[in-house]
């Protein structure tokens, strides 16, 4: 059964399904429905979770293990599968379709892929998964299309989708949805800090444009670009300047922690063969980026990627105080693991 993506979590309330099959360009859209999925399944009882990366030389029969056996604990499971091509196999797919043939009562299968094509959907295993559970696509938001997602996302968080406020974030933001969802999810922080109600239309235009003009704030994007490049000087400096101004650490580790996730996402996915071309068009990397990025995955490979956000959860837990930093401050452990990110050894 397809649904739009935008109405999953509403679906998955009234009923919960054996088969969840997400699937799509839109990055954004895939990991905030998978986190939805996996919530309402924690508060549905499935407390269980196994989770695989079909990646080159991967154990299918691992995956029809898991869904087959009991629980050791007589708990609820949630069985997570990625599939970064979109493509398993003539191996994935006679299991994927056994598996969907026979899912235990007390199991719940989610599958997350990138795109997959016409002809793809016709195959038996995603008609399997499809037939027994929920399939649901995130599309590409084209430039056009836009206008009317940040309408629903203002919406959505409680703000007012006035017209001032959307062609600003249009402007400064041009289709990136990882970007803009960031800035309306930081807009909608301050309100409800503030008074706890919806703002009216210049006070939330006045704020938005404060906020996308701040200077320390594009200063975290060039820390970005300089990490990723490599350049280990640029990021010293630059991490140097955001120390020395009012506080930006959180919004640092938020947005490198979701470029490492897309890195690692796209290091997964070139290691399982997927062609660098429609990687890179998938994750929406264009122009000069295709370079950086290319060096940033070669520099450390799809291993050291994922290490490299774990270190991310753990700075995380410092910036809430759930952990201690190695030095004087978070600062400390930021510089450490943006030289490491640079290709520096760092002790």
């Keep these: 059964m397809r649904v739009a993506i935008q109405s999953l979590n509403d679906s998955v309330r009234k009923e919960l399904k054996p088969v969840y099959l997400l699937f ?13 999925l996996r919530k309402q399944a924690r508060q549905q009882g499935y407390t269980e979770r196994d989770s695989f990366i079909a990646e080159q030389g991967f154990d299918w029969g691992a995956l029809l293990q898991s869904g087959s056996s009991m629980s050791l604990f007589d708990d609820k499971r949630l069985i997570e599968l990625r599939l970064p ?5 003539q191996i994935g797919s006679r299991m994927l379709v056994e598996l969907a043939e026979k899912m235990p009562p007390d199991t719940l299968l989610m599958v997350i892929c990138g795109p997959v094509d016409r002809a ?44 001032e406020s959307i062609d600003l974030l249009t402007h400064y933001f041009e289709g990136n949805l990882l970007a803009a969802a960031q800035e309306i999810d930081l807009l909608a922080l301050n309100f409800s800090s503030d008074s706890g109600s919806t703002p009216d239309a210049k006070q939330q235009l006045a704020t938005l444009q404060s906020s996308v003009s701040d200077n320390s704030r594009f200063s975290v994007f060039s820390y970005l670009d300089a990490c990723l490049a490599g350049d280990w000087q640029r990021t010293s400096r630059i991490i140097d300047a955001l120390r020395a101004e009012r506080d930006q650490s959180v919004f640092l580790i938020v947005m490198l922690g979701r470029e490492v996730r ?22 929406r990397v264009w122009g000069a980026d295709q370079q950086k990025i290319d ?15 774990q270190q991310i959860a753990k700075l995380d837990k410092i910036a809430k105080g759930r952990a201690s930093s190695e030095g004087g401050s978070i600062w400390f452990d930021i510089e450490k693991l943006s030289m490491k990110i640079c290709g520096l050894k760092t002790i």
Excluded: C
């Design 295 to 309: 060096g940033a995955i070669r520099r450390h490979g799809q291993d050291q990627w994922l290490r490299i956000l």
């Design 120 to 163: 793809g959907q016709n195959q038996k295993w995603f008609k399997a998964l499809d037939t027994v559970g929920v399939s649901a696509e995130a599309k590409e938001v084209k430039l056009a299309d836009f206008p009317g997602w940040l309408s629903y996302r203002l919406r959505s968080k409680g703000l007012l989708p006035d017209k």
């Design 85 to 89: 091509t979109g493509k398993p196999g």
């Design 24 to 36: 799509g360009s839109e990055i954004l859209l895939l990991e905030e429905a998978s986190d939805g």
């Design 262 to 283: 897309r890195l690692t996402q796209m290091a997964s996915a070139l290691a399982g063969g997927a062609n660098k071309g429609q990687v890179f068009k998938q994750y």
